[in-house]
């Protein structure tokens, strides 16, 4: 039975689950007025006397912030929704742009780029990290598999579920970014800042040339 999701700027129909996380999923979906096709991922967690866990407030804020930020390289939230489905559940619903593939799949796809293709796809993703940072956002899990590609080679980067704002002097976990793009000073427990991302931007650099992770 299809399911629909009423928000405030109409029904979405709810198709196939085209990601999965530790808090929810992720569905390929259609807007029923326009057609339109976009991505929801819904995140249903238990609600404590506290309210909804900080990490889920804090994804919430920043992907608000980065929709404000005009760049074609950083995904678009379109609009975030709530449902109460009983007393001690909520569910959050981030309706985002549907991008066709991420950067992990197009590689499996058409490996070995070539080198024009290496230089345009790193430009695009040194420009999306580049507009965060200049926000003082990082955001510390920079993987293939948080790199969408659209039809027509937009990079698009994806995933802020560990991003946060960088302030000086501020101490971040280290339980951060897959094994393969962890820079040093995480792999030591070292302090660490926003160059972290750019280490992470040198691996899949190199994923592209040479076809596999480093």
Known sequence: MTR????????????????????????????V???ET?????MSMLRTRDGLPTSVIREAALLKRVGKVD??????????FSEQPSVDRQNIYFIFEYVERDLERYLKMHSPLDINQIRNFTQQ?????????SHSIFHRDIK???????????????DFGLAREYHEH???TTVVVTMWYRAPEILLSSPYCTSADMWS????????????PL
């Open 38 to 42: 976009v991505a929801i991922k819904k």
């Open 125 to 133: 993703l040194l420009t999306a990290v580049s507009v965060l940072h």
């Open 4 to 31: 629909l999701l009423f928000v405030k700027s109409g029904a979405y129909e709810l198709g196939e689950i085209i990601g999965q996380g530790a808090y929810g999923c992720v569905f390929k979906s259609r807007n």
């Open 144 to 158: 293939p598999q948080n790199i969408l590609v659209t039809n027509t080679g937009i990079l698009k980067l994806a």
């Open 33 to 35: 007025a326009t057609n």
């Open 170 to 172: 501020k101490v971040f």
């Open 71 to 80: 760049s074609d390289n950083l995904i678009k939230l379109k609009e975030v």
């Open 201 to 212: 931007v040198g691996c899949i650099l190199g994923e592209m040339a040479l076809g596999r």
